[in-house]
């Protein structure tokens, strides 16, 4: 199984949307940014200014292809050049794209996650947890392998494998627009994966 390489950076999902809003799961569906979710955005564009100079630059942004993901990787980038920031590097990589639920799509949250986590579910057309893990740690490597510190903008579900791949409990919610400092294992002293999360 691919592991994640250990080099820090930063992790943001997007903004709210409506499916967000209305507690159902999203997946692969297009579902665009809502007014709350473009104002989380911009909120976290200014979070990131104080992040950046107390943690370490981001060199480059690195998003899902997905709307919801994409708007909200644009809106932060374009933040920081208002804040006086050079314009950063935007690429998108599919490996990032949500998780497909299949069948689960638009339907509301269930209680079959930690089922489709340990491989014991799959609804009926979704991506098995163990094939998400793997894209995921691969696109991350990805943006990391390019030098630098990297943002990457993507989704919850995809968070759910990173995590796995950091050896945390993997069904643990990120909340929308909400900035995340990784950082690798140090040592045997400090043999765990950081996250800090940065808040207003």
Known sequence: MAQL????YWYLRHGQTDWNRD??????TNVPLNATGIAQADAAAKLFQDAIQTHAPIT?????????AFKTATIVQQGLVAQGHALLP????TGLEEVCFGEQEGQPMGDWY????????TPDGAEPF????????AAVN?????????LIVAHGALFRALRAAMSLPANVRLPNATPLWIQPPEDKVRPDWRLTVMEG
């Open 5 to 8: 390489s250990h080099r820090s």
């Open 23 to 28: 507690g159902l799961s999203q997946g692969r």
């Open 60 to 68: 480059h942004i690195v998003s899902s292809p997905l709307d919801r």
């Open 90 to 93: 935007l690429t998108t990589d």
């Open 114 to 121: 930690d089922s489709w986590i340990a491989g014991d579910y």
């Open 130 to 137: 163990a094939d998400l893990r793997a894209r995921a740690v």
């Open 142 to 150: 990805r943006a990391t392998d390019a030098g630098g510190i990297p």
